[in-house]
């Protein structure tokens, strides 16, 4: 007697075209912030330049720092050293912390209001698994990624009890019931209840017991 092949997560539906996808980690975003270290950097020394009512040309004469390196400084596309960034200080008679403050006054903050939440489909999505992106903040001073996920299942979900991923994962119950599986564990979950685990090992709805079903999951991991 034959066997049917156990599902993978490729084997889910196609992803639909007009809801954003991400190739490769289920649970990994690969839009990163724009802002930066060296990008807050630069700003910092185009301000002080321009305070001082200097061109890149004069700066150059001042430090003996090439044009060129002046630019990609203050455009955040090179790393200056411990060493430039005192030849710097000096020129500008400013404290070499001075060129990091914006880096470290400007953290990151998303609001996202009732209904504005993303809706993303992603290979490995199992059919009927809804799933709003929260918000995500991929570069931050921490070194760690969180990523936050409401979670909506109903009667059209498939169970799947098979993913794996990256990070640690918080799940808590908004809604319905579930039973999901961690490893060789079963857990039943209902509305205020939460659980905790390694993503590592195998874990996924294995029991829809009372639908709609909705749930926060929270990821984190490092940052890659």
Do not use: W
């Not at 092949?5 to 954003?20: R, W």
């Not at 203050?74 to 403050?101: C, D, K, M, V, W």
């Not at 918000?135 to 996920?149: F, K, T």
């Amino acid at each position: 007697m034959s066997t049917s092949p156990t599902p993978s997560e490729d084997d889910a539906p196609a992803i639909a075209k007009a809801k954003p996808a991400f190739d490769q980690d289920p649970h990994r975003v690969r839009e990163l912030s724009e802002r930066n270290l060296e990008m807050a950097i630069g700003r910092a020394v185009r301000s002080f330049r321009r305070q001082q009512n200097m061109t890149v040309a004069d700066l150059a004469g001042v430090t003996g720092l090439s044009i060129g390196m002046l630019s990609k400084i203050e455009n955040g596309i090179t790393s200056p050293s411990l060493t430039t960034l005192q030849i710097l200080s000096h020129a500008f008679s400013t404290p070499i912390t001075s060129f990091f403050r914006g880096f470290e006054e400007r953290r990151e903050v998303q609001h996202v209001k009732a209904g504005e939440h993303i809706e993303i489909e992603r290979r490995g999505t199992r059919a009927g698994h809804q799933y709003n992106l929260l918000g995500h903040i991929g570069s931050n001073s921490s070194g760690v990624v969180v990523e936050p996920y409401l979670i909506t299942l109903t009667a059209q979900s498939d169970v799947f009890p098979t993913f794996q991923h990256d990070g640690i994962e918080l799940l808590y119950m908004l809604e319905g019931e579930v039973t999901y599986r961690h490893g060789d564990q079963l857990f039943p979950l209902k509305p205020g209840d939460s659980l905790f685990f390694d993503a590592d090992a195998q874990h996924g709805p294995e029991i829809l017991d009372k639908l709609p079903a909705r749930y926060l999951s929270v990821i984190s991991y490092p940052q890659p």
